[in-house]
């Protein structure tokens, strides 16, 4: 595009206006809406080689946030919330040394954990506090809710006899650590299966599961994708009911947009062609910063998730949890209780035997499992609706406390 631009340019521009190689290649960028830099180191490499060298792809490394999952992180926050239910000011240096002596959880060094905490930053707070009222405010009108999520099992799925002999701190490792491992059979390894399911009150939804291979050995994540997720939810739409709701997680492939808005990376004449699209008034002279700036103003109109509308089209609403709120969702206690099965009957490591224990273990979750696991849920939201009240009366009297030392240095100063 950048050499066929040029080339256009410089074969019918008038001589006297771009009459060197510099006005030519500002109009280049212009037209193209990217740096006149790029337009030179393009020229350059074609002037060279006769032909255009395609661009040097770095693999990605995952940042220090894509290494520690969901549960971990949840499980952070869990360790903050309670120095403010104590009443106490959580510095890092307290909360850090209470993970570190954790045996369910991973050791971090300060720094590490500096970045983390800052990850977990107050605008989670707000999203968890309009999930909280969201949700009460369903309930109130006795709309059903379901719950959904996915989980996976391999073939090395087993208990391992290291693990800490009580209910709760093996839920907990089940949860942080995903499989424990045994001697033979390391959880890295092996065929791999992924379930996705969906339930409430009543149970897990009829014929509602789909479960799949995974074609890795990575993260779960990776072998989903928002096609193949789309075309189950449709699926299991007609089978919720109207005015239903449904609770998910975040996961990139719940989330991908119905279509595309314009950011920096955009060529200044496709962001112009989205705004005309739009029937979005703007001038033709204006730079691209002003013309992002005018989508910016109405961009969260555009930004609508495929699923979401998908629900829309029978009845149904999606409402979605707050990152690193996993006990916000009673599916969560569910996939304990079937992998734990899988864990406690595997004998043979073969892939086909845990197929099946996967299958009866989601067979034996009853309704009244289900209905404990949502009671229980309920508790935890009435513990984070009380604990934003708790937070706020703890920063309160340190601001007042560190303000009241602040007065009376500068009386005793004044005194002086």
Not at 98 to 114: C, G, S
Not at 227 to 254: C, Q, R, S, T
Not at 258 to 271: D, H, R, V
Request: charged share 30%.
């Amino acid at each position: 595009m950048v050499i066929n631009t040029y080339k256009y340019v410089k074969e019918t521009g008038p001589k006297d206006k771009y009459p060197y190689k510099k006005e030519m290649a500002q109009k280049t960028a212009s037209i193209l809406g990217i740096g006149v830099a790029s337009v030179y180191r393009i020229l350059k490499d074609y002037k060279e080689h006769g032909e255009i060298s395609p661009p040097v792809t770095t693999k990605l490394r995952p940042t220090f946030s894509d290494k520690i999952d969901d549960f971990t992180k949840s499980a952070i926050c869990k360790k903050v919330h309670a120095f403010f239910i104590k009443g106490e000011l959580p510095t890092v240096e307290k909360v850090l040394s209470d993970i570190n002596e954790d045996d369910t959880l991973p050791n971090f060094k300060r720094t590490t954990f500096q970045k983390i905490l800052k990850h977990l930053k107050d605008d989670i707070v707000l999203w968890r506090r309009k999930y909280l009222h969201k949700i009460k405010k369903y309930r109130e009108e006795n709309r059903r809710i379901f719950f959904m999520d996915e989980t996976w099992v391999n073939a090395g799925h087993t208990v391992n006899k290291t693990w800490v002999d009580t209910e709760i701190k093996s839920k907990r490792r089940a949860f942080l650590e995903g499989l424990s491992t045994g001697a033979k059979n390391p959880t890295s390894k092996g065929r791999r299966l992924i379930v996705v399911h969906i339930g409430n009150e009543d149970g897990f939804v009829e014929d509602g599961s789909w479960v799949f291979e995974s074609k890795g050995t990575g993260d779960y994540h990776e072998s989903m994708d928002a096609a193949h997720f789309e075309n189950w939810f449709e699926k299991i739409l007609p089978k919720l009911g109207e005015n239903a709701v449904v609770v998910m997680d975040n996961a990139p492939y719940h989330s991908r947009r119905q279509e595309k808005t314009p950011s920096s990376t955009w060529l200044k004449a496709n962001i112009q062609q989205w705004l005309r699209n739009k029937n979005i008034s703007f001038d033709e002279k204006e730079l691209k910063i002003q013309l992002l700036n005018r989508v910016k103003m109405v961009k969260n109109q555009y930004q609508l998730y495929v699923v979401d509308e998908l629900a829309k089209k029978y009845g149904v609403e999606v409402l979605r949890l707050p990152p690193y709120h996993c006990e916000l969702n009673p599916i969560e206690l569910i996939w304990a209780d079937v992998k734990g099965h899988v864990a406690r009957n595997n004998t043979t490591f073969q892939f086909a035997k845990v197929k099946a224990l996967l299958s009866e273990g989601m067979a034996k979750v009853t309704p009244d499992r289900w209905k404990k696991c949502v009671e229980h849920v309920h508790k935890e939201e009435e513990k984070f609706f009380k604990l934003d009240f708790i937070v706020d009366d703890v920063m309160d009297k340190f601001i007042i406390h560190v303000t009241d030392s602040d007065s009376t240095d500068t009386e005793q100063s004044a005194s002086d």
